[in-house]
């Protein structure tokens, strides 16, 4: 699911960020996205605004709940995910979740993916990511790798490659590009084409807002 590379996206900001030696935090976001002509040229622009609430422990145990309202109705989604993240003393991020995917306007629940993410900084500026999911019910996997190089403290350039619908007849593809800018610890502004083997490319603007809202 492309969201979840989006939702990736939108913590980012807090990513930097010290952690404090809390027992609970709460974290929460808003974000919109404006995408131009999505469904290939002459489509109409979609707009997207999207928001989560996230609870995670001190152990590295959280979970969440991160819905989207869009101009398509049918893309109206809300996802419900548990997971565990944590940090090897060599620096590999690792973080196992599963996510259940519910569209109120077309069929409610859907479907879930149990899925495994890796990131780990090759230098000082460059960070390497790796995305496995698998949907059981479906039998349909998917695998994406991405880099961000930081240029500045505010200001990164990333790119993503992934093969999804990975055990159907025949599997598609997409890659995206683009720059990140962090205005502040809490905003961001990240602009991105975005292209596929089933759609045409297109530009999304993503404008988000991310904080903590709670430590105990």
């Not at 979740?97 to 890796?118: Q, T, V």
């Not at 350039?157 to 598609?172: R, T």
């Amino acid at each position: 699911m492309r969201h979840a590379a989006l939702l990736s996206l939108a913590l980012a900001p807090l990513a930097g960020l010290p952690v404090a030696a809390q027992e609970m935090t709460l974290y929460g976001g808003l974000a919109l996205e404006y995408a131009i002509e999505p469904y290939g040229p002459g489509s109409e622009n979609q707009a997207d605004l999207e928001g989560y609430l996230e609870l995670e422990l001190a152990s590295g145990l959280y979970a969440g709940i991160w819905a989207q309202k869009s101009d398509d109705r049918t893309a109206d989604e809300v996802d419900l995910y548990l997971g565990y993240r944590s940090e090897t003393a060599g620096g590999l991020a690792w973080d196992v979740s599963y996510w259940r995917y519910f569209y109120p306007n077309a069929g409610g629940d859907c479907c879930g993916e149990l899925a495994l993410e890796l990131g780990y900084g090759l230098s000082d500026r460059l960070y390497g990511t790796f995305d496995l999911a698998y949907d059981p019910e479906n039998s349909l996997g998917n695998a994406y790798v991405g880099l961000a190089w930081t240029v500045t403290d505010a200001w990164e350039l990333s790119a993503n490659y992934g093969v999804y619908e990975v055990d159907a007849a025949p599997s598609e593809s997409e890659w995206d590009v683009g720059a990140t800018w962090y205005v502040g610890e809490e905003s961001s502004l990240d602009l991105r084409w975005y292209e596929g083997s089933d759609y045409d490319g297109y530009l999304a603007l993503f404008l988000s807002w991310d904080t903590t809202l709670l430590t105990r």
